[in-house]
């Protein structure tokens, strides 16, 4: 933890990069409640405006979370164009509802207000990586894909 909060000048506006990296390193992709605690000490604020920071963000999660991030957009024109039978869908095909964690900590599945490509309605993101124009197939081509480790959008 120290290695990554000595990369940072300690001062507020560096708080977000540091709780992403703090995030990202942890082996439960989650912020401890310690790793909350080094951050505010080492940027000078108190922790309770660090937790604030951490849980306004949809992006942090202070509860462990699978290594792969699902989110399923549920804009509008994503729920028109089926991202309601996706999410049925991939909660079918790991064993979890929006919001939990598959039982061997790979997926964690939860839900975005947008992910601004309506262009490819139904869409989702894997961590990082978007896709887009979303069926039953691909779907289960994508999630194996994944688990093997070369996902491409």
Known sequence: MREILERYPPERSN????????QAADPENHLSAAALREAAQF???PLSEVIS???????????PRGKHII?????PPCQLMGAGNVL?????????????TTDDKVFTLET????GVCG??????IDDELYGNLTSDRLSDIISRVRRGNATG
């Open 120 to 125: 490819v309605a139904p869409a989702m993101m």
């Open 112 to 115: 975005t207000s947008c992910l």
């Open 88 to 100: 049925v869908e991939l909660g079918t095909l790991l064993g979890v509802e929006p919001g939990e």
């Open 71 to 75: 989110r399923i957009c549920e804009s």
């Open 15 to 22: 708080l977000l990069d540091i709780l992403h990296e703090l």
């Open 53 to 63: 920071t951490a849980t306004f963000y949809s992006m942090f999660s202070l509860t």
């Open 43 to 45: 940027v000078g604020i």
